[in-house]
């Protein structure tokens, strides 16, 4: 294996797992920052107002995009696994 071969495969994991990390934390991020804004117009400042919303948006987006997020790993690390043979020789 070259650097070349070793780049590519690291820029290829790099993008896969930007693709399934940006649902979430995108999502997370929108959910937070209206909250953030509701509690700086109320001053209210619990916790819970923020953590609750945030795990419910979460298990929203897994439920609505895990299909999409599980066929998007399985099919990189097969792709992964059947170019085994020429990334070593």
């Known amino acids: 294996m070259d650097a ?4 590519t495969v690291g820029s290829e994991m790099l993008w896969v797992t930007l693709k399934l ?3 979430i934390l995108l999502s997370v991020l929108a959910v937070g920052l209206l909250i953030a804004m509701f509690q700086a117009a109320t001053q209210i ?3 819970t107002l923020t953590f609750v919303p945030k795990l419910i948006i979460v298990a929203l987006v897994l439920v609505l995009a895990g299909h999409w997020m599980l066929r ?3 099919d990189y690390t097969q792709a992964l ?3 085994i043979p020429s990334l070593i020789g």
């Open 45 to 47: 400042n619990e916790m």
């Open 81 to 83: 696994f059947e170019n």
């Open 72 to 74: 998007l790993l399985t």
């Open 21 to 23: 990390a940006a649902p």
């Open 4 to 7: 070349d071969t070793v780049m």
